[in-house]
């Protein structure tokens, strides 16, 4: 924050990825120093409320400037209300462009410490099934039409971000994530227990010393 402030007025970024520790106050007074800002990146600030980012997306939209880009996926109680002022706010003088879909399995490759570049004004929609503001995910296959949703009310492989349907049985893995049962065929597996780790979490497999295999950590705990 204080590296934002120093900008003299020049900064047109400002990603704080899970800061915890900043506030409404500290937000807008940095917005207020550098009012040319157009991708304000605040995922995961906590401690930032509705009003706060209301407030500050008001001030980057004074004097013809706008605000093009706007990430606030973890601030909690956004209302509908809130969202439709902040898209109001970010779409008034803009032209309209083609907004893609947000793949599942494409967003999760990246840690929650990066800032993660959308097509999307605002990164976060009205879920369509439990009508909350979150991340709302698209399906992948062409065919699937009905499973637009929030990661709690759709669940979906880690590796392809496909839907998995209650009809399916979810696939185990060494870490905590869901896998559907074609991407857990083709994931190598635990030497002892026989499951897999994505490819996200596959830093986490223990190697074993004159094998081409690996031990997860579970497995490794348990005999070593």
């Given at each position: 924050?204080?590296?934002?402030?120093?900008a003299?007025?020049?900064?047109?970024?400002?990603?704080?990825i899970?800061?915890?520790?900043?506030?409404?106050?500290?937000l807008?007074?940095?917005?207020?120093?550098?009012?040319?800002?157009?991708?304000?990146h605040?995922?995961?600030?906590?401690?930032?409320?509705?009003?706060?980012?209301?407030?500050a997306?008001?001030?980057?939209?004074?004097?013809?400037h706008?605000l093009k880009?706007l990430?606030i996926?973890?601030?909690?109680?956004?209302?509908?209300?809130?969202?439709?002022?902040?898209?109001?706010?970010?779409?008034?003088?803009q032209?309209?462009?083609k907004?893609g879909?947000?793949?599942?399995?494409?967003?999760?490759?990246?840690?929650?410490?990066?800032?993660?570049e959308t097509?999307?004004?605002?990164?976060?929609?009205?879920c369509?099934?439990?009508?909350?503001?979150?991340?709302?995910?698209?399906?992948?296959?062409?065919s699937?039409?009905?499973?637009?949703?929030?990661?709690?009310?759709?669940?979906?492989?880690?590796?392809?971000?496909?839907?998995?349907?209650?009809?399916?049985?979810?696939?185990?893995?060494?870490?905590?994530?869901?896998?559907?049962?074609e991407?857990?065929?083709?994931?190598?597996k635990?030497?002892?227990c026989?499951?897999?780790?994505?490819?996200?979490?596959?830093?986490q497999q223990?190697?074993?010393s004159?094998?081409?295999?690996?031990?997860?950590?579970?497995?490794?705990?348990?005999?070593?």
């Amino acid at each position: 924050m204080k590296v934002a402030s120093k900008a003299k007025g020049r900064l047109q970024v400002l990603a704080l990825i899970n800061c915890v520790k900043i506030t409404d106050d500290g937000l807008l007074r940095v917005v207020a120093l550098n009012p040319h800002i157009t991708k304000l990146h605040v995922p995961g600030c906590t401690s930032l409320s509705p009003v706060g980012v209301v407030t500050a997306v008001k001030l980057l939209s004074k004097n013809n400037h706008k605000l093009k880009v706007l990430q606030i996926n973890g601030i909690q109680g956004i209302q509908k209300e809130e969202l439709e002022t902040l898209h109001n706010l970010i779409n008034q003088g803009q032209t309209q462009q083609k907004i893609g879909k947000i793949l599942y399995h494409e967003y999760n490759k990246f840690s929650t410490l990066e800032h993660i570049e959308t097509n999307h004004p605002i990164d976060v929609d009205i879920c369509p099934k439990c009508n909350e503001v979150r991340i709302v995910f698209d399906c992948p296959r062409v065919s699937c039409q009905k499973c637009r949703g929030c990661d709690l009310c759709i669940t979906r492989c880690i590796e392809c971000g496909i839907c998995i349907t209650s009809t399916q049985e979810l696939e185990e893995a060494s870490c905590s994530d869901t896998l559907c049962l074609e991407c857990w065929l083709k994931l190598p597996k635990c030497s002892y227990c026989n499951k897999p780790y994505c490819n996200k979490h596959a830093d986490q497999q223990h190697r074993v010393s004159g094998s081409v295999g690996f031990v997860c950590a579970t497995c490794h705990s348990r005999f070593n």
